[in-house]
């Protein structure tokens, strides 16, 4: 069979040996990249890389008729996977065309050699109008995944004010910039609140940006503890960044607030991505989770309806892909993707989940809390949409991580405060937190001489550890500097006010007085 295909090969003329090699290169390239029907990543490859590493397994189709689900063509596929050559090479279509390309061209030589007008048959045959449309959408429409780009996407969300990290992030984003032109480095929200280093700064969260600036953050979302400081501060922030916070879901405010954008359309590399970006409105009324003095003259709508207003992105302003950045929660981060479909990623923030998932309508991630790790989602995409998606979360606790020098010695300096680290008392055992909760709002009972003193316990952002108590122990149990209100109320009002109380709490009370469940 070889020796008789060489032969036929060295009778072709020199145009169909060139087209041949043509198509022999078009067709293993094609064959071996990212598939570029959607199909393929929802079953597709599944099935054929289950009978690729176990063959059929009978009984299977018992845990789940679908596990049954065996089509011909899937196990044919399997049978010329080629692995030994590649593992991505998995292509039967790729082989087939370059069987039929070779029988039509051996037929259209002989035909042109002896004018058999079987073998001019043979070749009308096989370029029939079937297998013309078939060719053409191989070479034209398949032919477009040739185009297609590798996106990579850093993310993180919640920090709270922790900065020690970003020492090892600027190497990770460095190192992938060094490989690829299209990587992106974005934030979603909650920046502040929760390290006294920060959030006691003379410049309230100053480190924070400061270190965003430095390791090249390209956008971030408005969250609803980036008001915790008041909307003053909040503005010098917005002043001091390199990149746009967005937030469209938010209006009102001065100075820099009153500028935001709902969206910012980034580009890298001639690659354009769209980030549309809202906040969380969970607090009574329709506000974001703060303190509502900070928040006083904004409007805030809820986020999932703003998304509308994005849907022709793509068309009008030819972006690659949408991308909603949210302070939303992984609940709501669902509702985006289930009601608008051209939304192909979903970066989200608040509920400090960690995750990287595929949904019917496209992808989301998150990537926990408290700069402990920071997420990388590397994305294939074509003609607009994502060919291939994947997720990687990286702990940035791991000692073997690269560390730049100069980020670390500026992270050293802001933590070089002495006098949040004086001695100012001592604790025989670590507290719980509804421990730790009381010992609060002791304090305060005994500041403030009141009767009795409430705190919510997400107010709560530390523990008290055994040893020793500085200033700093005290800023991390609450880092919002939240004033101290005092209020004159009736039993009755008191009562009603913590039967209708949303959620948990601490407090203390005078010893005259004594409280009971009210059934």
Not at 130 to 151: G, N, P, S
Not at 221 to 242: P, S, T
Request: hydrophobic share 40%.
């Amino acid at each position: 069979i070889i020796r008789n295909t060489i032969n036929s090969f060295s009778q072709f003329s020199i145009s169909s040996k060139f087209l041949f090699l043509t198509i022999i290169i078009i067709s293993l390239i094609h064959s071996s990249s990212v598939p570029f029907i959607t199909d393929n990543e929802s079953y597709y490859i599944q099935t054929i890389k289950w009978l690729n590493n176990y063959g059929l397994v009978k009984g299977l189709a018992n845990l789940h008729l679908f596990f049954g689900q065996s089509s011909g063509w899937h196990i044919l596929q399997s049978g010329f996977n080629f692995s030994f050559i590649a593992p991505n090479f998995n292509d039967l279509n790729g082989f087939l065309i370059i069987i039929t390309s070779f029988f039509c061209l051996e037929k259209w030589g002989k035909y042109k050699l002896t004018g058999n007008k079987n073998d001019l048959f043979m070749t009308l045959m096989l370029i029939s109008f079937k297998r013309i449309c078939i060719f053409f959408y191989f070479l034209v429409f398949q032919y477009a995944t040739f185009a297609q780009e590798t996106i990579v996407i850093f993310a993180i969300n919640d920090p709270h004010s922790e900065i020690e990290n970003f020492a090892k992030i600027k190497p990770l984003i460095d190192a992938e910039k060094a490989k690829n032109q299209k990587v992106y480095f974005v934030a979603a929200g909650d920046l502040f609140s929760g390290n006294p280093i920060v959030d006691y700064h003379l410049n309230k969260g100053y480190p924070m940006i400061d270190m965003l600036n430095k390791t090249g953050l390209d956008v971030s979302v408005i969250g609803n503890h980036e008001f915790d400081y008041g909307q003053a501060i909040l503005n010098d922030r917005l002043e001091q960044a390199n990149f746009p916070f967005i937030c469209d879901n938010i209006s009102g405010g001065t100075g820099k607030l009153s500028d935001i954008k709902g969206s910012v359309i980034i580009t890298k590399d001639n690659f354009l991505i769209a980030f549309v970006g809202v906040v969380e409105t969970g607090s009574p009324g329709g506000y974001p989770l703060t303190h509502p003095k900070k928040i006083q003259g904004l409007s805030f709508t809820e986020g999932l309806d703003s998304f509308e207003n994005y849907k022709d992105l793509k068309v009008n302003d030819d972006v690659d892909l949408i991308v909603a950045l949210t302070h939303y929660g992984g609940y709501k981060d669902e509702k985006i993707l289930e009601n608008y479909d051209f939304v192909d990623l979903v970066i989200g923030g608040h509920t400090n989940q960690e995750y990287g998932v595929a949904h019917a309508n496209g992808y989301k991630v998150m990537s926990g809390g408290n700069l402990e790790k920071i997420s990388k989602t590397t994305l294939t995409v074509a003609n607009k949409q994502i060919t291939n998606f994947e997720f990687e979360l990286i702990n940035l606790s791991n000692s073997d991580l690269a560390s730049d020098n100069a980020l670390a010695e500026d992270i050293d300096e802001y933590f070089n405060n002495p006098s949040f680290y004086t001695n100012i008392g001592s604790s025989l055992s670590t507290l719980t937190w509804n421990s730790t909760g009381c010992f609060y709002t002791d304090a305060l009972q005994v500041i403030s001489d009141s009767d009795m003193v409430i705190q919510n316990s997400g107010g709560i952002r530390d523990i008290i550890y055994e040893g020793i108590i500085t200033p700093f122990s005290i800023y991390s149990i609450d880092p919002f500097g939240n004033g101290f209100d005092t209020y004159t109320m009736t039993v009755s009002e008191l009562r009603n006010f913590l039967n209708e109380f949303p959620s948990s709490f601490s407090y203390s009370l005078d010893t005259n007085f004594k409280v009971q469940k009210n059934v």
